[in-house]
């Protein structure tokens, strides 16, 4: 009908009709244009793409890769890895096509794809060091940081390590690893100038994707803060994580024995809860929420304050071990509840399994710490005591049921089995260091001497299995054994300086072994130093006429490390790096302070406390 309208309106106009041919789409005005100039650029990029695929090509033929060994050596280290270059001139040396025949020397690419090792350095981001620095990091990587945050199935790491939406890991790996690196080249002011960027590049690429490559690479970049130092770095990262684990639903996997009772109405979580996902991503996505676990009590603990993770919401099954990577085993379920008797006897990750409980335990211990207390109330003092007296015997009980092969040193180094006990042993300390020094006391709550012992008991044995690591051992530490070990040097000194230890003119036995781990993990982490730092300051100065500078504030219990920093850091020698400045640490209680009717806690402890609580 409207054609036929349309010929009756030509016939009562007198108008002629004209059929013209249709023109090709997309040629109307102001739109052509611009549609010509991007096929126009995009067949530049392919002609380049293919240009340069084949020059690769003819570059690693065998018959042109023997004349190319007869580029010197010397020229090629000083165009990629010389000091008076800069950052672009490093890349584009990076790309020249001599480097090819170099990059199957390392194993690494030895292992990986053909494809992948012939376009890898085509593929990676200018920001990132060359193709064999971060092979070297790679490896580094997977032995010093893997054995305490295994978060990746090294095979498929490896495999696709190049790929464009995984470069962000190479990032996190970059910030974490270049720390063990030995080689003069590249020299310490491009690693630093590329640790930095790394940071950066991490940043920024995660603060608009959650998914579970960033949250990986965010985990690898919290695990780098913790080791500068606690302070609103780490918070700021570990908030980014405890976000991520919430939006990515990574504390709780559907059981198919045990199904979920309470259905939410809103949730935004997929509807398939990942249940189509690999054996390899459903692992990964356990290791990633029981590092970032990890991460959240070691933080909490030392900045004083709640875990972000609520231990009583974790509905997920313990990691798998290495050998069961990608494998359909039968999951054992995390239980967040004390156990009477550990399990995990019928597993390969045991001592995982048993380490992520003690977490939990660790936990319930910062949560007791932290509780304020009205100490003008008789009925809230007995009450903690009450609470402090049952998780100090749960925590003897859980240790004297372990198995063996738990207790008892192993025969080769295992940096789980030295962190388990030294989480042990720090919960220990920082408990009865509380009861033993209450910052504030009352009529209701006393000192305790019982403590005291048992504090010093715990000391004694951090210092004696510190000492008794190598330091290739001590390297494959994580930051955390640091933080053990300044609580109980910490915790020493207090002993010592209050007359608990020997006399006040000698070192105490167990001080100068801690100070010695604290420098030499210094070298890889620099939270360790400003450690030091604030002990070597009180030894300093112990001979003084009014004792050891601001002695009264290092003893005081409720202080953290960022406190003693902004009052005692000026003071220390060899000043604390600006990396430090915004640090906090151990037994950050907030204790009610009622100074009105308190009696100071230098002069509490006499023989008007044999009536000991604990």
Known sequence: MTALWGMLTLLVSGATCVYQEKGRPGLRPGYGKALEERMSLMENNMDKINHSIQEVLNHVLPDRAASNTTTSTPTRDAGLLGSNIDGAQLWQQSQQLPELPYLPSSPLMERLPATLSTTAPLATDSRLPSIQVLQELVELFFAMIHPFAPLFCKQNFIANMFAPDRQVLLHGVVAVSFRFWKRQAPSAAERESFVRVSREEVLLKTIDVCSLVSTQALALLALDAIGQGPGPRTLNLMGMLVTAVHQLGLAKSRSSTTPETNTPLVRNEDPDDGMDSSNVQVEEKRRLFWTIYGLDRFSSVSHGQSGGIDTKTVKLSYPSSDLDWGQSTVPEWFQAGLQSKPAHAHCNAKIWHHNIDLLALLDRSNQLLIQPVNLSLPAHCQEWQSIFRRLDIAMSTWFENLPAEI???????????VMLHATFHLINIRMYTVAAFPSTTSPYLKPSSAARGRCRQAIRTVASLASSLQPHELDRLNPMFSFVVWVAARSLIILWTTGYETAYGSMPTDLEPLLNVLRQMATRWLCAQRYADLL???????????????????????RTSYGLQNLLGTLAVPPAPDAFSGSFDFLDMPLLDVSDFGTSRMGAFGAENDGDWL
């Open 407 to 417: 207790r008892d040193r192993p025969t080769d180094f295992d940096p789980t089995w």
């Open 536 to 558: 070597q300051l009180i030894l300093d100065t112990k001979n003084n006429p009014g004792g050891p500078t601001g002695l009264e504030i290092f003893n005081d219990t409720r």
